[in-house]
């Protein structure tokens, strides 16, 4: 089964300075990744998602994250912190398989979260 | 217009007591999902329904039935409730089964006491 390790349950950047959360994953074949953000008390929103398409993803906010295949990693980052940002992330990976008619079936398994906090 | 919408947001209720959480979603998506997160923030996923057909049903105690009345609800129904079952329940649906493109209600917070 495919799993996502993100490294750094807390991560503090100042207002304006590079982003950088990371997640690394175990994957047995091509996987399918995302990013999902959760302010508090309230469920999660889709940043962006890789699914064997460009490797560089662009989301929302102006966050994009960059899968390779090398290094098992697919890090969420964007250039200059908003206040705005802080949340918690979750990096999950699609599980994927085929029922007995062939149909692909999903389900997503979530990293730990990082919580990014934003000084001004 | 809230695309996929849970009730109650919050839930607060005694032990052994039996309860259920209703969700909705008006995105015309044919796959539902139930997500726990625990008290450490870590989300697991618990059932899918595909057009009404369980189709993940992971390893989680009986007293947890879902129900799908139609390919629009997906409705939790908690048994006998434990100390353990304090989380936020997630539900969640997606436009394929692949689960490419989640979109996840707000949550209810359950409080077992």
């Known amino acids: 089964a495919q799993s996502v390790t993100q490294l750094g349950s807390h991560v503090s950047v100042s207002e304006g300075a590079l982003v950088l959360l990371r997640c690394n994953y175990s994957?047995?074949?091509?996987?399918?990744l995302f990013w999902y953000v959760q302010y508090p008390n309230q469920g999660l929103q889709l940043l962006l998602k890789?699914?064997?398409?460009?490797?560089l993803v662009k989301g929302i906010n102006g966050f994009e994250a960059e899968f390779k295949k090398s290094e098992t990693s697919f890090h969420l980052t964007k250039p200059s912190a908003h206040m705005s940002d802080a949340a918690e992330y979750f990096c999950a990976v699609s599980d994927n398989w085929l029922n007995a008619g062939g149909t692909s079936y999903g389900k997503l398994t979530f990293g730990q979260g990082t919580i990014l906090t934003v000084h001004p | 217009d809230t695309a996929v919408s849970q009730t109650p947001k919050y839930l607060v209720t005694q032990m052994g007591n039996d309860k259920s959480i209703k969700c909705e979603q008006n995105?015309?998506?044919?796959?539902m999902y139930w997500y726990k997160q625990d008290s450490k923030k870590f989300l697991k996923i618990m059932f899918s329904?595909?057009?009404?057909?369980?189709?993940i049903n992971e390893t989680v105690p009986n007293r947890f039935s879902p129900k799908s009345p139609d390919k629009a609800h997906l409705n939790l129904h908690i048994n006998s409730l434990e100390l353990g079952d304090s989380a936020v329940y997630f539900c969640?649906?997606?436009?394929?089964?692949?689960?490419?493109?989640?979109?996840f209600g707000s949550g209810t917070r359950l409080t077992v006491v």
């Open positions: 890789y699914t064997s398409a460009a490797t």
């Open positions: 994957s047995s074949v091509p996987p399918y």
């Open positions: 969640a649906s997606s436009q394929d089964v692949g689960g490419f493109g989640y979109t």
């Open positions: 329904y595909n057009n009404k057909e369980l189709i």
């Open positions: 995105l015309g998506h044919d796959t």
